[in-house]
């Protein structure tokens, strides 16, 4: 049996009241420092789990002796030092026989990662700066990832690696992927580690760029690398979609990324290339069916205020944004008429639901006439019968 699984079920094995931790009662008199330490760990996951301090630092907690309690003899070992913690994590991480105790589902090659990624190779070589397990997962106080105050909750990620990587940090808060998870709300969305990896966290090769955006942007990808694009980027070493659309601070794209003072074409190709003309093309294509979009939407809105069943309308506004939202994915084919099959789809589909619903409003102004004029001669006839009863009298 390891040291790590006799550590672990040990601690697991005393009992509830385990008299008291003198380690707590101690530390949390030193000062301020230790006192939050030891606060903060009576939310920490390892003691949910059942584990004291003596399962990571060692030594004996019942002992009011400093010298007895910390006696290397009884396996202290302090507090590690950074080069050491991947290691001292490690103890119970690495160990498959140790993470059946505790947390089966865990993966136990995070240490491996480590020493892949680019904060590992740093920190090997010497580098005391590179982050290393406690940076990044707060020892004492450690929440799971899927809690919102843990350091590797989804929306704090952003500032935990900004900790470090301040200038992406904010490029990824302005980009489009940033926006989506902190100003919306949207935890699906990408952050840091969706692209780069956790453990083994490392930029992405030139090669690789294409597959970490594909593994979200697959029909991207797929109508990219069917392009006549493609083997002239391969050859030029061109980042696939990070030479358009940049890295961290993504961009919303939008017709005018392709001609126009700000189009991205133009870092390559010049304004009066047969390039630029057909990113002019597709341009006008995209603005065409978001322009019958957004009227067909208005049409719809009016005629459901005056309140119109518009449903058959919303489902063909339904599938005209389904085709809108395709074709700017076709976009990355860079063939103008595959952009307009799809697009002027969904342009006939706009249409179509306009129509219906300026029928229906153009209904029910007709019968708002016709109602005022029937109210107008029963009016009229009540009228006069009241005169003619009243003569009769």
Not at 83 to 98: N, T
Not at 124 to 151: E, L, V
Not at 179 to 196: F, I
Request: proline share 6%; glycine share 8%; net charge positive.
């Amino acid at each position: 049996m390891t040291l790590a699984v006799l550590v672990l079920a040990a601690a697991l094995a005393a009992p509830a009241s385990a008299a008291v931790n003198r380690c707590a009662a101690c530390h949390g008199g030193i000062d301020e420092k230790h006192a939050a330490l030891v606060k903060g760990f009576e939310r920490d996951i390892h003691r949910e789990k059942g584990l004291t301090c003596a399962a990571c630092h060692g030594g004996d907690p019942t002992k009011d002796d400093a010298a007895e309690a910390m006696d290397p003899e009884k396996g202290f070992v302090g507090a590690p030092s950074k080069a050491d913690m991947p290691r001292f994590c490690g103890k119970c991480h690495s160990d498959p026989a140790a993470m059946r105790r505790s947390n089966p589902s865990l993966p136990v090659d995070q240490e491996l990662k480590y020493y892949t990624s680019r904060h590992g190779k740093l920190l090997k070589a010497g580098d005391g700066r590179a982050a290393s397990c406690a940076d990044c997962h707060p020892p004492h106080g450690m929440r799971p990832p899927k809690d919102p105050t843990s350091s590797v909750y989804a929306k704090n990620i952003p500032r935990t690696c900004g900790t470090c990587h301040a200038r992406q940090s904010s490029d990824y808060r302005a980009g489009v992927h940033g926006v989506a998870l902190l100003e919306k709300g949207d935890t699906a969305a990408p952050v840091c580690n969706t692209c780069h990896g956790n453990h083994g966290a490392t930029p992405p090769a030139a090669a690789s760029i294409a597959m970490v955006c594909g593994s979200c942007h697959a029909n991207n990808m797929e109508f990219f690398k069917a392009s006549p694009m493609a083997k002239a980027w391969e050859k030029k070493g061109f980042h696939a979609c990070a030479t358009c659309h940049g890295n961290h601070a993504i961009a919303k794209p939008t017709p005018e990324l392709l001609s126009g003072s700000h189009a991205v074409c133009l870092k390559c190709h010049a304004p009066a290339s047969p390039q630029l003309a057909a990113a002019a093309a597709m341009k006008g294509t995209l603005l065409s069916v978001e322009t019958a979009y957004a009227s067909a939407e208005a049409a719809i809105k009016d005629a459901e205020v005056r309140g119109m069943d518009m449903e058959d309308a919303r489902d063909a506004l339904g599938q005209a944004r389904m085709a809108m939202y395709q074709a700017r994915t076709v976009v990355h084919s860079f063939q103008p008429a595959k952009v307009q099959e799809v697009a002027g789809g969904g342009a006939d589909l706009a249409r179509k639901a306009e129509g219906e619903a300026r029928a229906a409003v153009l209904d029910f102004r007709n019968r708002r006439i016709g109602l005022g004029l029937a109210t107008f001669v029963l009016t009229f006839l009540a009228g006069a019968l009241y005169l003619r009863v009243k003569d009769q009298e």
